[in-house]
């Protein structure tokens, strides 16, 4: 089966999050299951300058406003289809945010481009290149079913994922027009939503099935509460509506190999961590004290993510004689917040505001336990990896964390299963909860490194993920 994947990342090519890591992993994943990917992606400057061999395959002469072409390339292990439009992509940094911090204002236009190369691809503009399914991702490329709908010619069925229905593409109505979609679009049951244009809302609408990136946030967006406004539509959908769970690129993810790391190691050799907790509190400037139980964030900075949970908490932290080592980048009050933390607590907490794949990896090999104290999550992939590498993840019980972490309550902890502590409300005395149970635990050696094997047991990988998208691509082709 040939399938074609549309999103705006991939890593390692371009990422902000995990949707780049899921985009990157599950090519390679999909091929154990006799299914071949390619992705298309946007030229950015990162993209084209990481292109192995690239030959053009389309040209456009006016794509939203300038000629673009469509290159098949190969990036490293990836099969790429890159839409090369330098007036929409040619710019550098952050894919979506200008460096003043807003959102690039031609954003509509950019991802509406991404969606009708989508749409060429898809019906085959291509010779040589028919894809059997489509696979869209987010907003970026919820237009892509959309446009194939409304043009009316044969297209194979398209996968809808959702990786986080916070981000909704919603652009004004007066786009209509400009955007190739016809006038009978803007209604409820098309492209309209909120009075506008939902990228997000139109990939739900047309596709043939939707997944989000885990069961449990699955059934939260079909509610009022976590639907974000789309829950009606999610609820019509039902049927048609799957959770798959993320996995972890187990390869990128290795601390047995892990060159990112100071200290390599594996379940055998758990010691060996102390080098990289050492490293960690050496390069982000935390006393270099063994003892001290080293929590570590690897985050984007925004609401969702509840870091200004943590910085409530700090006064109990300081109870625990624990540290706090963060890496993030995102939303400027955040990472305001966290400098003054750190200020006010030197050698106690740490910050180091940027996105650093390399000191992602070594903190999660060094810190003893990993915060995820999100206030929703659809999957979450950073306590997938703390697992792996045997930091213990204190996550809130939402989404896809409720799924993926075993909590160590007393009957999980006697039956030597527990991976992690899941804390409840979402609050900072939730929180706190959560911090002097891991400290608890801490303090008792066995019981800590019993969760650190059981954790580092568990299995992250993309193999029962990729059967599952496997199972439904097929069901959907054979229909
Ligand atoms: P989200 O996609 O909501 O940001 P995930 O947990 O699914 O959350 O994925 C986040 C991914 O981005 C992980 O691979 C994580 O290691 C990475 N990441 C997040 N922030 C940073 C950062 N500042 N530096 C390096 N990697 C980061
Ligand atoms: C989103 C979600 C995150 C998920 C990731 C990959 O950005 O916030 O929970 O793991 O996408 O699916």
């Known amino acids: 089966m040939r399938v074609l994947s549309v999103g705006s990342e991939i890593y390692p090519l371009v990422k902000t999050g995990g949707l780049a890591d899921v985009m990157g992993a599950l090519p390679a994943a999909l091929s154990s299951e006799g299914i071949t990917v390619r992705s298309l992606v946007p030229g950015y400057p990162a993209v084209t300058a990481a292109l192995d061999r690239a030959e053009s395959v389309l040209r456009i002469p006016d794509l939203f406003g300038g000629a673009a072409e469509i290159r098949a390339a190969a990036a490293g292990r990836h099969d790429l289809f890159v839409l090369d439009a330098p007036h929409l992509y040619a710019r550098p940094g952050n894919p979506y945010i200008a460096s003043n911090g807003v959102d690039w204002s031609d954003n509509a236009q950019r991802f509406a481009a991404l969606c009708r190369a989508g749409a060429l691809l898809a019906r085959g503009a291509v010779g040589g290149f028919v894809p059997d399914l489509l696979h869209a991702h987010d907003w970026q490329a919820g237009l892509v079913p959309a446009y194939l709908h409304y043009e009316g010619h044969a297209a194979p069925p398209c996968v809808f994922t959702v990786h986080n229905l916070a981000f909704q593409g919603w652009f004004p109505a007066h786009l209509l027009g400009a955007l190739g979609l016809p006038a009978s679009a803007f209604v409820i049951d098309g492209v309209e939503y909120f009075g506008g244009i939902g990228f997000l809302k139109a990939g739900l609408q047309f596709a043939d099935a939707i997944t989000t990136v885990s069961p449990r946030y699955a059934t939260e967006i079909a509610t009022q509460d976590g639907g974000m406004g789309l829950d009606g539509l999610l609820r019509k959908r039902g049927s048609a509506v799957h959770g798959i769970l993320n996995g972890l690129d187990t390869a990128t993810w290795n601390p047995a190999t892990d060159e990112h790391l100071a200290a390599r190691y594996d379940v055998a050799n758990l010691a060996a961590r102390a080098v990289n907790k050492r490293a960690v509190q050496a390069r982000m400037g935390l006393a270099p004290d063994p003892r001290a139980l080293l929590f570590g964030v690897v985050s984007r900075l925004a609401g969702q993510k509840g870091i200004d949970l943590i910085i409530e908490a700090l006064p109990v932290l300081d109870a625990l004689g624990a540290q706090l080592a963060v890496l ?24 180091i505001i940027g996105f650093e794949e390399s000191l992602s990896h070594l903190i999660q090999g060094g810190a003893d336990a990993i915060l995820v104290p999100s206030r929703f999550e659809p999957c979450g992939l950073t306590q997938l990896a703390a697992q792996r590498y045997g930091a213990i993840p204190v996550v809130s019980l939402v989404g896809g964390l409720v799924d993926t972490v075993i909590d160590a309550n007393p009957v999980a902890i006697s039956a030597g299963v527990a991976t992690g502590i ?54 959907l082709t054979s229909r």
């Not at 009050?333 to 907490?349: F, K, N, T």
């Open 328 to 351: 993030g980048t995102g939303e400027t009050g955040i990472e305001a917040s966290l400098r003054e933390a750190v200020a006010a607590r030197p050698g106690r907490v740490a910050a």
């Open 422 to 475: 899941q804390f409840g409300p979402v609050s900072e005395a939730g929180l706190s909860d959560g911090l002097r149970r891991a400290a608890a635990l801490f303090a008792d050696p066995d019981k800590w490194s019993r969760m650190q094997r059981n954790a580092m047991a568990l299995d992250v990988s993309w193999t029962e993920p990729a059967r599952n998208y496997a199972a439904l691509y097929r069901s």
